[in-house]
């Protein structure tokens, strides 16, 4: 069994930054990040392995965004810099079982436990 928690969101000026946290209950291999828009179907940000040595991340975050893990603390971060208003969305950490192929993380059927989000806005 695993609960996760999301925490980091708010309201940003476009160019800012924020940090993304979310706290496991429960052993985690691999955990992803999704978000969703209003009226838009949900969409891969990033995905990071067990140990943190394999990272994935969409083309359209690539270069501002940064996954990481700290397994003593149970925790997976996603630190979000340059924000733009197309980035407001409500964030959600997943986590799922070891992965055989790095195409596997971009959906959404390789995760089995869901937090609730958490809102990024950015303002122009």
């Known amino acids: 069994q695993v609960q996760l928690v999301e925490s980091g969101g708010g309201l940003v000026q476009a160019g800012g930054s924020l940090r993304l946290s979310c706290a496991a209950s429960?052993?985690?291999?691999?955990m992803g990040w999704f978000r969703q828009a209003p009226g838009k179907e949900r969409e891969f940000v990033a995905a990071i392995s067990w140990n943190g040595g394999d990272t994935h991340y969409a083309d359209s975050v690539k270069g501002r965004f940064t996954v990481s893990r700290d397994n003593a603390k149970n925790t997976v971060y996603l630190q979000m810099n340059s924000l733009k208003p197309e980035d407001t969305a409500v964030y959600y950490c997943a986590a799922g079982p070891p992965y055989y192929s790095a195409s596997d993380t971009y959906t959404s059927d390789l995760y089995h436990y869901w937090g609730q989000g958490t809102q990024v806005t950015v303002s122009s």
């Open positions: 429960g052993r985690t291999f691999t």
